[in-house]
């Protein structure tokens, strides 16, 4: 029993992550019905990102206490990844915005190639350290489980991170802008939005949500290096279709559900008598499933055209 | 106040406007008739910016608007309600109409505004949280323009507010396109496949056939032109 509930938690933490991811893929989904498939490397680079920043503040850093070191290694590179996102998208896919949906997908993955190996080149091919910015410390008194502090951030952070989110779609003029947006892009235009800022809008909060994420797997899989967005991007982006691409409560619930599949599966492999790698298929197997019995995915709605 | 000289629009390769001229005369109602794919919607979408004309010039207040894009020309107080009403399906009635009011901050004018379009519609009131896509198609069709007054235009654009419509919902919302013409001397371009409807309520209107305008006049002088009469009053 304490077995499952401890691999249900670590999956939770893992799939908060993948939630994070996941809501980039569905709010640009949204706004632009296509799958930006660099996703996955601008939640690399936040990761990179937070390493540097670390380096470079590093005689600053140490002088504070690390919450607040978290905090300002997190925003910055949120804010660099935001920047970033919104540069993708301003010179890869903009130009294509009226071609087919094809054109643009195919430069989705010429992006996402660039980008891993010009990392590749910048910051080398091997695996790199990341600093513990978090202490590593379990947690005590919870019995016979391990909860690391590492893995309270990551709820903490992500939980915020998702209430901040709900804001500002809910609540805000752009937030409102963005759900018209996805709803009717011509009527929205009619109403005085400037697609081309809610699009960008869009970009930088999903990139800045991947950079957090960058940060958080980076500090609870302590190393990087400039392929470790293919994986956890592809999770994501299962995650988004499982909860319904577009829909944004969707997404992070699919990244919880991947992370806990994933993790029991590793979990109970040897029992199961399933080799451990083939955690990597879970997803796979679940997008198939998806597909083939409810491709609205949980929480979408089928798309209808109404006259 | 607005004028539309020698419009061009193509999709493709396929020309859709030859030519189009009118003009809108402030706080009149003009209507532009014709059967169905004449052109009056893609006369409408290069208007508002919403597709590129390729040729002539579109002309608001005095000031060349050709080309601009969708948002500038509704932040200049010309707004276009499309064919098929658009509302947003997903958010509630109140969400729609803060939607029309945009580009506007002023709080208390958009809440005076909200309680204007309900006096309008009162049915949008009863139905204030529900979301835009479980109303009947009328209800939408008084959302769509009760939203795009929310920008508080001088000038409306209205396509097709009947299609599909139950007709006793049709007559409450021409009812209202009159009234927002007299009480608030809102200008008014109206396209309408149903020239009955239109040119009863209109002052001057232009008859629209593949993609020029055929005849214009008086909407009184239309109404008794035997070729109107013909191919569109179905005498
Ligand atoms: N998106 C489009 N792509 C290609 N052709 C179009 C498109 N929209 C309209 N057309 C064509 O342009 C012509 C005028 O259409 P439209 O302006 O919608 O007519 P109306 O509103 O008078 O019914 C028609 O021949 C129609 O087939
Ligand atoms: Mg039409």
New interface residues.
């Given amino acids: 029993m304490d077995q499952f509930v401890q691999q249900l938690l670590n999956g939770l933490f893992l799939g908060a992550i993948y939630a994070l991811i996941a809501l980039g893929y569905t709010m640009v989904y949204g706004v632009l019905r296509f799958i930006n498939f660099a996703h996955g490397d601008v939640f690399m680079l936040g990761a990179f990102g937070g390493l540097y920043v670390h380096k470079a503040l590093a005689p600053l850093l140490n002088a504070l206490p690390w919450p607040l070191a978290l905090a300002v290694v997190m925003l910055a590179s949120m804010a660099i990844c935001a920047a970033l996102g919104i540069a993708i998208e301003y010179f890869a896919y903009r130009p294509l915005r009226n071609r087919p949906r094809l054109n643009v997908l195919i430069t989705a993955i010429g992006v996402s190639l660039f980008i891993e190996y010009t990392g590749q080149l910048v910051f080398g091919a091997t695996q790199q350290p990341f600093p513990a910015i978090i202490p590593r410390q379990n947690i005590s008194g919870l019995g016979g489980l391990t909860v690391t502090m590492t893995q309270v951030i990551v709820v903490v952070v992500t939980t915020a991170l998702l209430i901040g989110l709900r804001y500002i779609v809910m609540r805000t003029?752009l937030g409102?802008?963005m759900?018209?947006l996805s709803?009717?892009p011509?009527?929205?235009?009619?109403?005085?939005?400037?697609?081309s800022v809610v699009i960008s809008f869009t970009f930088g909060l999903g990139s800045a949500l991947a950079a957090a994420g960058g940060i958080l797997y980076a500090s609870l899989y302590p190393s990087v290096d400039p392929f470790m967005g293919i994986q956890p991007g592809i999770k994501a982006f299962v995650a988004a279709v499982l909860g319904g691409i577009g829909n944004i409560p969707g997404a992070a619930l699919g990244g919880m559900i991947i992370g806990v599949v994933e993790t029991l599966v590793t979990g109970y492999s040897q029992k199961l008598g399933i080799p451990s790698g083939y955690k990597e298929g879970v997803a796979f197997i679940i997008l198939i499933l998806i597909l083939l019995f409810k491709p609205s995915g949980l929480l979408g709605?089928v798309e209808r055209e109404?006259? | 106040m607005l004028e539309v000289n020698q419009l061009e629009v193509s999709y493709g390769t396929i020309k859709a406007l030859h030519g189009v001229s009118l003009k809108v005369p402030e706080k009149s109602i003009v209507t532009l008739i014709g059967a169905n794919g004449a052109g009056k919607s893609t006369t409408l979408r290069a208007i508002?910016?919403?597709i590129r004309a390729g040729g002539g010039q579109v002309k608001y207040d005095g000031k060349e608007i050709t080309n601009q894009?969708?948002?500038a020309v509704?932040?200049k107080g010309l707004?276009?309600v499309?064919e098929?009403r658009?509302?947003?399906?997903?958010?509630t009635v109140e969400?729609n109409l803060?939607?029309?009011a945009?580009?506007r901050r002023d709080k208390a004018g958009i809440k005076e505004d909200v309680d204007y379009a309900f006096t309008m519609f009162p049915r949008l009131k009863e139905r204030i949280s529900q979301l835009a896509?479980t109303l009947s198609g009328g209800e939408q069709q008084m959302l769509a323009i009760a939203?795009?007054l929310m920008?508080k235009p001088k000038c409306l654009m209205l396509d097709e507010p009947s299609l599909?419509i139950a007709p006793m919902l049709v007559r409450a919302i021409f009812d209202q396109i009159v009234k927002i013409n007299k009480e608030r001397g809102l200008t008014i371009l109206l396209v309408e496949q149903n020239a009955n409807l239109a040119l009863a309520i209109s002052h001057y209107g232009y008859v629209l056939e593949t993609g020029k305008v055929i005849l214009e006049d008086s909407a009184a002088a239309l109404r008794q032109n035997p070729q109107v009469r013909e191919a569109y009053l179905g005498d």
């Fill in positions: 003029r409102l802008a759900r018209a709803l009717n011509t009527a929205a235009a009619l109403m005085g939005v400037n697609t709605k109404k006259v | 508002s910016g919403l894009s969708p948002h509704v932040s707004c276009h499309p098929g658009m509302v947003f399906a997903n958010l969400e803060r939607m029309g945009y580009l896509g939203r795009a920008s599909g």
